[in-house]
């Protein structure tokens, strides 16, 4: 369950009966769009349906029967987010905003480059100051993946960025391949692996770019800065790093 600070209001009315719930508002969503894929136990505050979920009043078994034809909460709490409203206070909606704001800005932190700095990562203070130069406005009702294209559509005229991956090739000394490639090797698409005959470790790692420098400080830290790293342009052209 969540708690009821991260939790908003479905409503729905009916049969001159209030039925609300509480439910975290991304999988409201989801649910409204026949998009939701979770345990529904796991995105509620309350395994309840309320008639006034602020005062935790309930409405009569009766009104439960006659509009939902049963009283458990469980095949309820979807009826009444698909049929009915969802409910924020302004400052329930200021809070999602900002909490959307900054996850959308470090994803696309994550992923996008500077095409004319050499494809190096730009910071997220970079983006979000970029961002503000925009009329874009995060809206806290969607999701931040579906906001991501129409936030880059506004960043493109204010600053050079797009999206890119990086493939890179990295090899553990023997002292450090056993358990450094366990976690070198997670931290994006394993490609290609060898281990060599002295017991060191190459892999090829495809993640998106703007994790470079987390990557390469993942690489020294488990290699105590003695593994060797290149980035992969193509077959026939390698650039070391």
Known sequence: MISLDDAVTARLESHGQRFEV????????????????????????????????????????????????????????????????????????????????????????????????????????????????????????????????????????????RFETVTVATQLPPEYAGSGQAQVREFGELEDEEWQADGSWVGVIEFPAGLQNEFYDLVNEVSSGEAETQIIEDKDDIKTR
Request: proline letters at 9%.
């Open 22 to 161: 509480l439910v975290d508002p991304d999988a409201a969503l989801d649910i409204k769009r026949d998009e939701f894929e979770e345990d529904l136990e796991d995105v509620i505050a309350a395994e309840d349906v309320f008639e006034d979920a602020s005062s935790g009043d309930r409405p009569p078994e009766n009104a439960l029967e006659e509009v939902f034809d049963t009283t458990e909460p469980l095949d309820i709490i979807p009826e009444v987010i698909k049929e009915g409203e969802i409910q924020i206070t302004a400052e329930q909606r200021r809070e999602m905003q900002e909490q959307k704001r900054k996850a959308l800005i470090n994803q696309i932190a994550r992923n996008a480059v500077n095409p004319q700095m050499d494809n190096a990562p730009h910071p997220p203070e970079r983006i979000e100051s970029a961002l503000e130069e925009t009329d874009f406005r995060v809206d806290p009702m969607e999701r931040v993946e579906n906001q991501v294209d129409e936030a880059l559509d506004k960043l493109r005229p204010v600053i050079p960025i």
